[in-house]
Structures are given as structure tokens and as C-alpha cells.
């Protein structure tokens, strides 16, 4: 897959260009907070992504270098998918998006998820990027 051309020098719109659809915080998001690590594991999200648009957006993720894709030690005809430093970054990120949700969206977000990271955002960060390394 062929990088984009950035629109401009814009960081948000830097970001855009790569987590600006539907799908791709959602995959973000059942890696790094769900520990998601295979190809039918993301696909059995309850957001039903299409096999094909999920196979976009893991490659897409691959080349800019935000995950990376090994074979499985138990099977070496299944692939599994971790982040790289720059995908771990996306934690605090993905963090305030949550709590934003909670604020503002009809259905809430996970009590589970938010009440530890209401009471102690920056150590609930830190052990969720603790995990990767």
C-alpha cells in the first residue's frame, strides 16, 4: 500500500489521514485496551467490520508503521498484530476519547474502564502502555 501524501502540515489533519475513517480507532482500540491480536479476533467486534475494509485497515496500519503483523507461534498460517511505539502512544489519546464518550454519548462507556481512569488517569496510562513494553 502506497502512503498518502499529507494534505498539509496539520498534525490533526496528519491524524486524519490515518485514524480519520470509521474503522481504524476501532482497531486501534481492540488492540491496545481490548488485547485483540488476530484477524478474527478484530472481526468479531460487536461494530461488524467487513472482512475486506478490516484487511485495508490493518495493512494501512502496518505501513505507517503503527502496528506490526508476525506469524503466529502456535500456527504459522495466522497472523498476529502488535503495536509498535507509535501505536502505544495512541493510549492516552484513545483514553480521553473514552471519557469524552462517557460525557457525552447516550450510551455511556464501560464504568469498568473509566472509573479507574477518572480516579487515576495518568497511573490507569501508564499500566495500559506497561503492557507492550
Known sequence: MKAAQPRSTCPISF?????GDRWTLL???DLLLNGKRSFSEFLASDEGVATNILTDRLEMLVDRGV???DVSPDNKSKFLYYPTARGVDLIPVLCEITLWAEKYSPAGASKAFTG???KQ?????????????
Open 116 to 118: 479507574p481512569l477518572k
Open 27 to 29: 482497531v486501534m482500540r
Open 67 to 69: 502496528i506490526v503483523k
Open 121 to 133: 488517569r495518568q497511573q490507569t496510562i501508564a499500566k495500559l502502555k506497561k503492557k507492550f513494553g
Open 15 to 19: 491524524m486524519l489521514d490515518i485514524f
